[in-house]
């Protein structure tokens, strides 16, 4: 056989079939832990206040970035305005979504910290750069202390 | 829960104990580095931290290409599959369809032997997840006869003691029964040695 005569029925190749086995924890850390389960328990917020420069930090953490100094953990509102936003019209498959969806990069009210998360109950075209969002959490029967904990965001009115 | 509190709580007594560290040229105080929470298993069971979780599904199919595939397929009829470069005369196992030393394409398939030599072996006393073995596993490349020199693959070596092996050691392989092959590289179970001790 000559090598120029190529295989054109590739049920004749040999392949082989394989699944990589994976497993990963991501623990939220110290300030994670903080602002998650105050998030579950009590429907609140938490940033966290720099004692030195005052920088108030969302999502909260442990020092301040900026002079090292020790924080202290606010409460926040939960509220803040949209400062950038995409919609979302596929699927990571790339299929298209029946109902797109809104992601926001939200500026916290009372930090200095944003945030990129869902909007909900608003029509694409209504959305504003500067509108003012408040959260939409789960029953607190149903929250298990994770991002998905916060539904979505719509608009204050 | 086994943690220490190291008074990063807003609540609790700001810590004494501060060092100095130097940043650049400047001195910045910094605060006590929170020591670390060692996890155990219990924590993630009863959920007293929080964590995100996930199994990631990974698929993947390999092909094997032209020439492995006739090599496997050759395989699961017990001959060893082998291609010849017309112009430097090799004969190489594993087959492939180019010559990558005359950059030609291969233009014949022979049969080599099933016997070899051992050009380099070594003796694996852990599984892939390192964990024990109770018989180590000997694992050798083999130089298959028929083919040019040093034209071989990598497979197991049994029936023999892990102090017996050496390099230049004559093998042959020992197949899977015939209605047992399936046209993989394990369809030869392991190669023993030739010669009669």
Redesign the interface.
Known sequence: ????E??VNPA?????????E???????G????VF??KL?DEGKFTA?KCRKCGHVFFPPR??CEF????????EVSGEGCILAFSVVMYDPDGNRLENPEIYALIGMEGTDGKMIHLLGEIDPENIEIGMKVKPVLRPQDQR???ITDILYFKPVS | MGRSDAG???NSS?KQEVIV?AVGKKN????PY?EG?E?ELED?EN?T?????????????????????RF??GLKEGKILATKCSKCRRVMVPPR??CELCFK?????VEVKDTGTVETFSISYIDPDAKPLDEPEIVAVISIDGASPKMGILHKLGEVEPDRVYIGMKVKAVWKPESERE??ITDIKYWKPLEVE
Do not use: C
């Open positions: 056989m000559v090598f120029n190529k295989i004749e190749l040999r392949h082989v079939e394989g699944k990589i994976l497993y990963w924890v991501y623990t939220s110290e300030a994670g832990d998650f389960k579950r966290s442990i020092y002079d090292f100094s020790e924080t202290e953990y606010v298990e202390g994770k | 990063w709580n807003g700001l560290m910045i105080s910094a605060p929170v929470h996890l993630f959920k931290i929080t964590y995100v979780e996930d199994y990631p599904d990974i698929r993947y199919q390999f092909t094997a290409g032209q020439a492995i595939s496997l397929r369809t180019f394409p291969a233009d014949e398939w046209g993989m």
